[in-house]
């Protein structure tokens, strides 16, 4: 596998691809170093441009200016179950500025009474915010569990314009060095 660095206004992402398409990716930080780091393991360490990686960044330029993007690049969903990929795909279609639960991605997935299992899918996302765990939710719409924390998951939120539970907003970003929202 090879990586690359995407720099983007919301910090650097570090990409990893495999032959099958990106294989992981990370969220934003203010070093490149905190962004390799962040990457699963299991992809080798070997700086590559891979050939689609500046589609990726064009399109998360366009996600971090707050737009509505169609991730277009090919994933590679190898290392995942088939309960797993079916909820991570869900999660994939979930359109900006929306949110589904955890029970709702379960029963896509075929397993209606599985959400706790579908947020263990979740936690494992290799590529978040192409596929956008962060808009899924609790029950009552409680922002919980984030592997980028929940203070990125309502900056998230707010960037896509999500509404979030009146209990969840508070005035919790300020301060944290989110872009956009200090």
């Known amino acids: 596998m090879q990586y690359n660095m995407i720099d983007t206004r919301w910090g650097f992402m570090a990409a990893a691809w495999s032959d099958r398409g990106?294989?992981?990716?990370?969220?934003?930080?203010?070093?490149?170093?905190?962004?390799?780091?962040?990457?699963?393991?299991?992809?080798?360490?070997?700086?590559?441009?891979?050939?689609?990686?500046?589609?990726?960044?064009?399109?998360?330029?366009v996600y971090w200016q707050g737009f509505p993007v169609e991730f277009t690049l090919p994933i590679d969903w190898q290392g995942y179950t088939p309960f797993q990929k079916a909820v991570l795909m869900y999660t994939a279609s979930i359109p900006h500025g929306q949110t589904r639960t955890y029970r709702q991605a379960?029963?896509?997935a075929g397993s209606p009474q599985a959400a706790r299992a579908a947020g263990g899918a979740l936690h494992?996302?290799?590529?978040?915010?192409?596929?956008?765990?962060?808009?899924?939710?609790?029950?009552?719409?409680?922002?919980?569990?984030?592997?980028?924390?929940?203070?990125?998951?309502?900056?998230?939120?707010?960037?896509?314009?999500?509404?979030?539970?009146?209990?969840?907003?508070?005035?919790?970003?300020?301060?944290?060095?989110?872009?956009?929202?200090?």
């Open 124 to 182: 494992i996302n290799r590529t978040p915010i192409i596929v956008p765990c962060h808009r899924v939710v609790g029950s009552n719409g409680s922002l919980t569990g984030f592997g980028g924390g929940l203070d990125m998951k309502r900056a998230l939120l707010l960037l896509e314009s999500t509404q979030i539970p009146e209990a969840e907003s508070g005035n919790k970003l300020v301060g944290h060095g989110l872009p956009g929202y200090n």
């Open 22 to 61: 990106l294989w992981a990716i990370s969220f934003p930080y203010q070093t490149r170093e905190e962004a390799v780091a962040d990457l699963p393991p299991g992809w080798e360490n070997g700086h590559a441009l891979h050939e689609l990686s500046e589609a990726l960044r064009q399109e998360l330029n």
């Open 106 to 108: 379960a029963a896509a």
